[in-house]
């Protein structure tokens, strides 16, 4: 018998397999234009070619077929943009990033480095420090492309870099303070882009290709992170988020990393959640700061990357895997350097002084937008 339930059931079934072909067709479709857009590619270079040696009646023609294939090739990746997007009926917000940005650790870490700030540079308020931290970056990695983005401009990137996840720009609009849209931008800044991103206190001790040690080869490695705390002893909560804590005032990346997309779904899922059930403001009181440190901050950093770890290496990682250790310790594709890397001359955990060999990157901790946790 046809019951309601029954129409219900096949209709259901019939929507999901049409939603699920979409997918499918989406990602054929994309295979094809970017078959095309590499075949216009290589055709219009073998036309430069020729177009050298042949004379000027030819050249004309020669010329328009190049003209009109670049044309072409503009119209083809904008479709390719299009198709580039998965529905939300379908997918999950990681299968839409992962559709976004496909992660391949063979590529060259991009040469950015990311930086925000509340105003624009060339604000007389501007404290001297601060700015004389930013230029630090420029004189140690000169041949770097360097951007330091006010909150307009951030939310500007976001949008027009994810906007075929509406999901991840509702969150980032949804967040009620700055401090979470600060941290939240670096992770998606880092997946959409990659390079290092890094706190406008933080002063640059080292070129940054020299934060590699000479073991390893950058093409095996797509993250690189730095311990920020290794609190040995019993009362640790009280001052840190977790037992061992990874910084996030700095981070080196390659496009699409793993560990950044899942805290991107993790952030945009938790923000989205928390605004459907009207409860987006930050806990009162003492509770504030560990609830920006598990929303955005190092405490749930920390968690992705030792969920991460324990889905890549055959052994289990714990915080004994990176305590008190002098050098990097290589998992998966992540560096994770030690302490003195990123927070040197702190003066306790085995922190060495900011003369040390190993010290990258200095992070002076002047920023009013942290919480109290983050700045002791
Ligand atoms: C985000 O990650 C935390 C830590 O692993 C987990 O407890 C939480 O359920 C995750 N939230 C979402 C929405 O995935
Ligand atoms: C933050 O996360 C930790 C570890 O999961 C948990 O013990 C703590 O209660 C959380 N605090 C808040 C305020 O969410």
Redesign the pocket.
Known sequence: MLTFRRVSLVVFCILAVLFCFSDSEKKRKLDAIEARIKESKTLSESLINEYARVGDEQNRVLQQEIQRLDKERKLLELRLQEVRKLSDASSTVAEQLDFLVPYRVDQKFPAFIWQTWKNDLNDAKLNPEIRSYIQSWDTVNANFVHEVLNDRNAEKLVKHLYKNIPKVVQAYQAMPTPILKADFFRYLILFARGGVYTDADTEALKPVPNWFPNWLNADDAGLVVGVEADPDRPDWAQWYARRLQFCQWTIQAKPGHPVLRSIV??IT??TL?RKARGELGLAPGSEEGADIMNWTGPG?WT??LF?YFNSVAAEPVTYETFSKRETGTFVGDVLVLPITSFSPGVGHMGSKSVSDPMAFVQHHFSGSWKPEAERM
């Open positions: 779904a993790n899922e938790t959640d749930i968690d992705m969920e």
